[in-house]
């Protein structure tokens, strides 16, 4: 009974209300499930709280977790087996959307890929002109952020489900964020996926894949609100946070 209450009486990093334990998982349930992938089952519990007041649903255990804790369990060998378009597939579609964007004007732009991991998103971008800086401060960095200077557009694609720490985060990309500002990330809303009473059968959660936290659009609505930002959504999975909007990237105004 001691160890359901402590598990019950959790903060959510979000809004600071109190959290509701909301489901448990294996811990290598992944999201490569809907494929046909299922790892066997390690035994070992993941618990997701969920915040009645934003709608934000996380797993606590991972905010106590080392990078050396994350590396042995997560982020291994085997991490491709299930999330095989990270290597090259998935940055190299997101350089291709960025260039639909924004190739017109990219003589305007000074583009951080934050989260960048093997740096092939920036790399695809160098090659047809862009001034692109990739940098991942996962799992060690030796490049302070303030080294990185400023930027007018940061993507973050893959990164927010990740995190254990949102207010480092959002923090970190504050820091980086000129006077004018666009970041374009991506993750899933949880919206329609996660509702009271349910269980957790989403396939967007899946701690092996390393998804831990999962954002409903009012917790992103507050997320932003909170750091003195703008929030929208393109779609169920794109979404940015901006303080002032470039004038390049106006013609997004169009598609939100």
Same mark, same amino acid.
């Given at each position: 009974?001691?160890?359901?209450?402590? @598990? %019950?009486?959790v903060a959510c990093p979000v809004c600071r209300s109190a959290t509701e334990l909301y489901d448990v998982v294996d811990f290598n349930k992944n999201c !490569?499930?809907?494929r046909g992938v299922f790892l066997p089952l390690s035994g070992r519990p993941i618990y997701y709280h969920r915040c009645?007041?934003?709608?934000?649903?996380?797993?606590? !255990?991972? *905010?106590? +977790?080392? $990078?050396?804790?994350f590396l042995q369990h997560i982020y291994n060998e085997r991490y491709v087996e299930i999330d095989p378009d990270y290597l090259d597939t998935r940055p190299l579609n997101n350089a291709g959307f960025l260039r639909g964007l924004f190739d017109a004007d990219k003589a305007r732009i000074r583009h951080l890929d934050y989260g960048g991991g093997n740096g092939v998103l920036s790399a695809a971008l160098g090659k047809e002109g862009w001034d692109s800086? &990739?940098?991942?401060?996962?799992?060690?960095n030796d490049k302070k952020l303030q080294e @990185? /200077?400023?930027?007018?557009?940061?993507?973050?694609?893959?990164?927010?489900?990740?995190?254990p720490d949102v207010d480092s985060l959002v923090s970190n990309l504050n820091a980086l964020m000129? %006077? %004018?500002?666009?970041?374009?990330?991506?993750?899933?809303? &949880?919206?329609?996926?996660?509702?009271? #009473? #349910? *269980?957790?059968? +989403? +396939?967007?959660?899946a701690p092996r894949n390393g998804h831990i936290s999962l954002f409903s659009k009012q917790s992103l609505t507050t997320v932003a609100e909170s750091n003195g930002l703008a929030f929208g959504s393109f779609n169920q999975g794109i979404h940015c946070f901006i303080n002032k909007l470039p004038?390049?990237?106006?013609?997004?105004? $169009?598609? /939100?």
């Open positions: 009974m001691t160890q359901l209450a402590e @598990l %019950e009486q !490569e499930e809907p009645p007041g934003c709608a934000f649903t996380f797993a606590p !255990e991972f *905010r106590k +977790w080392s $990078n050396e804790e800086t &990739s940098y991942d401060p996962f799992p060690s @990185l /200077g400023k930027f007018n557009l940061i993507t973050a694609f893959e990164v927010f489900e990740h995190v000129a %006077e %004018e500002c666009i970041v374009i990330f991506s993750t899933l809303l &949880s919206d329609g996926n996660i509702s009271p #009473n #349910n *269980r957790l059968t +989403w +396939w967007y959660a004038q390049w990237a106006e013609k997004l105004l $169009n598609q /939100g």
